[in-house]
């Protein structure tokens, strides 16, 4: 990996306020999505009034790549960096703070120099702190969405609302999953085959209500691994995919992909009120008394579960996808779902 030191140094010298003259550097590769390249670039610099600190420093390089539906996405991150969106972050909710942005258009490539967070993520987080960045997700959409603030306005290059419904309607279409949980072999209980069968015999009905909810700022891939939880506060990473959205949209994901299977009806029933809790600190939500969450989570994930499972290479990983699919059923009847949806 071949560092441009004068990049570097202009970078740490943002990250620490001072005239930096030299700096060494090592790099290791971080676990980064799967269309942009992330290292860890560590080392020692020395300022010009002689101290030598050490450094940790994110570097995340982006090619340009086509998203189904959404051709803008690959350099979102860098046009959002870049406006005044940095400036609509609480201290709670945040994202990692970037110190040089730059995109060559003739080579369809941006990088971004970002704040390092040493955190607890992934399923490391706990249900306390997946609760946490329920309420703060609720807190950061509500402000946006009461506000109104002038930056989202600016922003041009944001996913659209429809994303969600596009998603489920172009699996919906794709008879490999379509056509596998309504043959005689398919391995699930006839109680999850039936769940899908009835979201997809209900989903005009069910995009309807959910076209409903106020439209907000979604981060659209908050999940775990996207989270880092550090000194009692969320950072949140990776916003190539965000954009306009609906009300609750996110908590899908942090429920949903790739959870705690063994928690999450619990995390389901804990977040849900947490996050309106944070969202009618800012604005009236009393009048929705469905929030759709369940079927969201249906929708968004239902037959991506499906399309695993049918790639899985394991007994164990199908049993896993199998089991999240059963804990999305049992969310049907917990305490803050609608009884009988459909």
């Not at 959409?141 to 998603?167: C, R």
């Not at 990983?317 to 089991?323: A, P, S, W």
């Amino acid at each position: 990996m071949n560092i441009n030191l004068e990049t570097l140094i202009y970078a740490l010298s943002r990250r620490f306020n001072k005239d930096i003259i030299s700096a060494d550097c090592q790099t290791m590769p971080l676990q980064g999505g799967t269309v942009g390249n992330v290292y860890l670039v560590t080392g020692i610099v020395e300022t010009a009034d002689g101290e030598k600190l050490p450094y940790r420093i994110v570097l995340k390089i982006q090619k340009k790549w086509e998203r189904y539906g959404d051709p803008g996405s690959w350099r979102r991150e860098y046009d959002l960096y870049t406006s005044d969106l940095g400036a609509t972050f609480s201290d709670a909710l945040r994202w990692p703070a970037c110190y040089h942005a730059e995109i060559n258009a003739e080579e369809n490539e941006f990088q971004l120099w970002l704040e390092y967070i040493d955190g607890v993520t992934g399923l490391d987080l706990t249900g306390d702190m997946y609760e946490q960045a329920a309420l703060e997700l609720g807190r950061f959409q509500g402000k946006l969405y009461a506000e109104q603030p002038a930056v989202l306005q600016s922003l041009t290059n944001l996913s659209h609302a429809d994303l969600m419904k596009n998603t489920y309607q172009h699996y919906r279409s794709w008879p490999i999953v379509y056509d596998y949980i309504r043959s005689e072999n398919c391995g699930f209980p006839q109680h999850v085959r039936q769940m899908l069968i009835d979201i997809d015999e209900h989903a005009d009905e069910i995009l309807a209500r959910i076209e409903k909810l106020p439209l907000v700022l979604c981060h659209r891939d908050f999940w775990v691994t996207n989270l880092i939880y550090a000194d009692g506060k969320i950072a949140l990473i990776d916003w190539d995919t965000s954009g306009w959205g609906y009300l609750g949209e996110d908590l899908a994901s942090l429920i949903a992909d790739e959870a705690d299977i063994d928690h999450m009806v619990e995390y389901y029933q804990r977040c849900v009120p947490a996050y309106y809790k944070g969202f009618a600190e800012y604005a009236d939500v009393s009048h929705i008394a469905d929030h759709c969450v369940y079927e969201m989570i249906l929708l968004v994930f239902g037959y991506r579960l499906v399309e695993w499972y049918l790639h899985a290479e394991d007994d164990d990983e199908k049993t896993n996808l199998v089991h999240t699919l059963q804990k999305i059923y049992e969310m049907k009847t917990s305490p803050h779902s609608k009884e009988n949806q459909f």
